[in-house]
T-cell receptor, first 114, second 115 residues
Framework: ETGVTQSPTHLIKTRGQQVTLRCSSQ?????VSWYQQALGQGPQFIFQ???????GRGNFPPRFSGLQFPNYSSELNVNALELDDSALYLC?????????????FGAGSRLTVL | AQKITQTQPGMFVQEKEAVTLDCTYD???????LFWYKQPSSGEMIFLIY??????QNATEGRYSLNFQKARKSANLVISASQLGDSAMYFC????????????FGSGTRLQVQP
């Protein structure tokens, strides 16, 4: 079975621009979560999607938004980029919404904001 | 609010020896789960082991075991017979509450295995 794939792997944007990151979940997984990992820190939860709806959100402003599609793939959109948005963005999928909820992560998209 | 603390920024271990990575947590919810993930330089987070708060026995997965001490709120990872490929960042994480939607991660421990 294929794992979680993310694109692009690296990208550079300037402050004020918008970015879209993409994620294909692992086969059989219907829940997708996004995490932001700043350099030298642990990942921080952005939000989770289940059945194409946002189902939990961390402490991130509304300019961070997402989508989940019928095939369970997902997008993370960030508007009005700030320098502090520079980070590794990790997508993770899981087979169910609750319980042990073991997440399978992708390799991430590294965003640099200049 | 939930919190995960990893007090060891870096650890060294000789190949074939065992190593313990520390993790303490703070939560008021009686139902929670504890996870350990490994992150090599490639960036991908790799699931290692899971312990539920109501599990009576410590979790084990191959060379990984979780030393769960509920009263002390600690969930230390023990890696036996370290290998060079174990060199990576290790993160302790917790999920809690109904649905357990989000993981809260610690700041991580960088493990270096020396030949």
């Amino acid at each position: 079975e294929t794992g979680v794939t993310q694109s692009p792997t690296h990208l550079i944007k300037t402050r004020g621009q918008q970015v879209t990151l993409r994620c294909s979940s692992q086969s059989g997984h219907n829940t997708v979560s996004w995490y932001q990992q700043a350099l030298g820190q642990g990942p921080q939860f952005i939000f989770q999607y289940y059945r194409e709806e946002e189902n939990g959100r961390g402490n991130f402003p509304p300019r961070f938004s997402g989508l989940q599609f019928p095939n369970y793939s997902s997008e993370l959109n960030v508007n009005a980029l700030e320098l502090d948005d520079s980070a590794l963005y990790l997508c993770a999928s899981s087979p169910r919404m609750s319980g042990a909820n073991v997440l399978t992560f992708g390799a991430g998209s590294r965003l640099t904001v200049l | 609010a939930q919190k995960i603390t990893q007090t060891q920024p870096g650890m060294f271990v000789q190949e074939k020896e065992a190593v313990t990575l520390d993790c303490t947590y703070d939560t008021s919810d009686p139902s929670y789960g504890l996870f350990w993930y490994k992150q090599p330089s490639s960036g991908e987070m790799i699931f290692l082991i899971y312990q539920g708060s109501y599990d009576q026995q410590n979790a084990t997965e191959g060379r990984y075991s979780l030393n769960f001490q509920k009263a002390r709120k600690s969930a230390n990872l023990v890696i036996s017979a370290s290998q060079l490929g174990d060199s990576a960042m290790y993160f302790c994480a917790m999920s809690q509450g109904a649905g357990r939607r989000a993981l809260t991660f610690g700041s991580g421990t960088r493990l270096q295995v020396q030949p």
